[in-house]
């Protein structure tokens, strides 16, 4: 079983940009669909891109379609989310998340979570 840690989130000016960076160890990585979600607060943990096994398929919620962009690198055993044209409404704790079976957009559907990292969009 892998476990996961997310890095690089920070604070940014409205249409800046961040990449967060969701490193594995453990075996296998290869075999584990990987998902981003993100948390504000009082706010539910909501699907945000998501990357199939092999890398080559990717998924993203309507709300950041255009502006993220996930990839997944089995050698490195990394996953990374770019996000570019930050809005305030992006700022939200980000987890990875990790399941060894095709992608989903469904929060439940994870069974392995790093610990998250804290995204601020200034105004």
């Known amino acids: 079983q892998v476990q996961l840690v997310e890095s690089g989130g920070g604070l940014v000016q409205a249409g800046g940009s961040l990449r967060l960076s969701c490193a594995a160890s453990?075996?296998?990585?290869?075999?584990?669909?990987v998902g981003w979600f993100r948390q504000a607060p009082g706010k539910e943990r909501d699907f945000v891109a998501g990357v199939s096994r092999s890398g080559n398929s990717v998924y993203y919620a309507d709300s950041v379609k255009g502006r993220f962009t996930t990839s997944k690198d089995n050698a490195k055993k990394t996953v990374t989310l770019q996000m570019n044209s930050l809005k305030p409404e992006d700022t939200a704790v980000y987890y990875c998340a990790a399941r060894s079976s095709s992608a989903s957009y469904d929060r439940d559907a994870y069974d392995i979570w790093g610990q998250g990292t804290q995204v601020t969009v200034s105004s």
């Open positions: 453990g075996r296998m990585f290869s075999s584990y669909s």
